[in-house]
């Protein structure tokens, strides 16, 4: 989903939210982050979309983002194929 396919009003919401929110695809990219987001990973630079969340996070966090991206995304695969 990209940023331009947000209701106002939610995407207004998750901007002022004081927690860390990330909208990312299966294949670790940013289409989203709010400003929270922004200045936790990244405080230098406000575009983190289209960027890997890969390039953002720490090094040693690289794995574990790796495996929760293929658990959240096959679990969801594998729900869609159920119904």
């Known amino acids: 989903m990209k940023q331009a396919e947000f209701p106002k009003e939610l995407l207004k919401s998750l901007e002022l ?9 299966a294949k670790g990219i940013i289409h989203f982050a709010n400003k929270t987001g922004v200045a936790v990973f990244d405080p230098d630079n406000e575009n983190v979309s289209n960027r890997n969340f890969n390039e953002i996070i720490l090094e040693k966090s690289k794995a574990d983002f ?7 995304f096959n679990s969801t695969e594998e729900k869609q194929m159920r119904t």
């Open 66 to 72: 790796k495996n929760f991206l293929k658990k959240v």
């Open 17 to 25: 939210h004081p927690t860390a929110i990330f909208v990312i695809d």
